[in-house]
T-cell receptor, first 111, second 111 residues
Framework: KQEVTQIPAALSVPEGENLVLNCSFTDSAIYNLQWFRQDPGKGLTSLLLIQSSQREQTSGRLNASLDKSSGRSTLYIAASQPGDSATYLC??????????FGPGTRLSVLP | NAGVTQTPKFQVLKTGQSMTLQCAQDMNHEYMSWYRQDPGMGLRLIHYSVGAGITDQGEVPNGYNVSRSTTEDFPLRLLSAAPSQTSVYFCASEPLDGVQFFGPGTRLTVL
């Protein structure tokens, strides 16, 4: 059974810092991996999708990497802003199209 | 496009009552799914569908039924509500191999 963990559970940084969020998964036979953002009381918004054949994806200040063999993905946020404050979740997608989510990292960026 | 819509936004039920959570998408996505989100548990897959007429169980299907008579709609039925079903419910859709889009969620309380 696929299990997904995220470290740290919570993170507080001053504005302008670069930061890294970590996602680990136990079964490397994945189809792709997706990073989401969730604001309090809201649904999830997809940030980046990495296909299993890819090593990384970039969107603006966000860069996500994937290392299937070690069961890891990282989300790098450059020059963090208070508007980046949210919970970030990674989800691993298996070949049956089933998503398994991590518990999330709650990020606070202080002005 | 309205994206993924869910109704109602909030619902309070008494133990033993039944109800249907509605989910609709206007993006012609084949894949739709239902999750519940509980504190400390992350998102867990309840049921999913890869197309009209096809549904399957996820990680936590007990106490819930689904049907998919059209591509657009994927209702979730609670047969006999229990306090353990108090949660936030999210519906999601995606094109096969694509990015997953989430609805805004339904906050359900069972007394």
């Amino acid at each position: 059974k696929q299990e997904v963990t995220q470290i740290p559970a919570a993170l507080s940084v001053p504005e302008g810092e670069n930061l890294v969020l970590n996602c680990s998964f136990t079964d490397s036979a994945i189809y792709n991996l997706q990073w989401f953002r969730q604001d309090p009381g809201k649904g999830l918004t997809s940030l980046l999708l990495i296909q299993s054949s890819q090593r990384e994806q970039t969107s603006g200040r966000l860069n996500a990497s994937l290392d299937k063999s070690s069961g890891r993905s990282t989300l790098y946020i450059a020059a963090s802003q208070p508007g980046d404050s949210a919970t970030y979740l990674c989800a691993v997608i298996g070949y049956g199209q089933n998503f398994v989510f991590g518990p999330g990292t709650r990020l606070s960026v202080l002005p | 496009n309205a994206g993924v819509t869910q109704t109602p936004k909030f619902q309070v039920l008494k133990t033993g009552q039944s109800m249907t959570l509605q989910c609709a998408q206007d993006m012609n996505h084949e894949y739709m799914s239902w999750y519940r989100q509980d504190p400390g548990m992350g998102l867990r897959l309840i049921h999913y569908s890869v197309g009209a007429g096809i549904t399957d169980q996820g990680e936590v299907p007990n106490g819930y039924n689904v049907s998919r008579s059209t591509t657009e709609d994927f209702p979730l039925r609670l047969l006999s509500a229990a306090p353990s079903q108090t949660s936030v419910y999210f519906c999601a859709s995606e094109p096969l191999d694509g990015v997953q889009f989430f609805g805004p969620g339904t906050r359900l309380t069972v007394l």
